[in-house]
């Protein structure tokens, strides 16, 4: 049976809250605290060895760092049953979790990043949907044709 092609997302993070190095040191880690329904259904949609770009936002610049890869998936979010998290959700039980989350690994980080701006500048909202103005979206799907032309111009990650 031949091995499907990874499909490719875009994921964002803060750096200062959790950035690439901190999974580089971790290796892996759980992307959880996600509450938004169309972020967590994405998720669901992820299979194993799907690839990711690492986007750090809400700093200057924000911009594609690194690559991540889908290692787990359809994992229950435990932050959710947690009352000292601040992602802690009363509607959810044990019983009928509302959160999922995947598990994440590292892959590499890139020799250059690539900012909004120039995102923008290169990309139209159909092709990388986090140009958009106004998208606040954490997890989003790169088209496979946008995701080769990313990963020309980033080059091959660093371990």
Known sequence: MAQQEPNYWLMKSEPDVYGINHLK???????????????????RSMQVGDKAFFYHSNCKPPSIVGLMEVSKTGLIDPTQFDENSKYFDEK??????????VQMKYVGIFNQSISLEELREIYTPEKLQVVKRGNRLSIMPVLKTTANDLLKRLGKPIV
């Open 25 to 43: 040191q971790e290796v892996l880690t759980l992307w959880d605290g996600i509450r938004n329904y169309q972020a967590r259904n994405f998720m």
């Open 92 to 101: 959810s039980s044990r019983g009928k979790p509302r959160w999922d989350c």
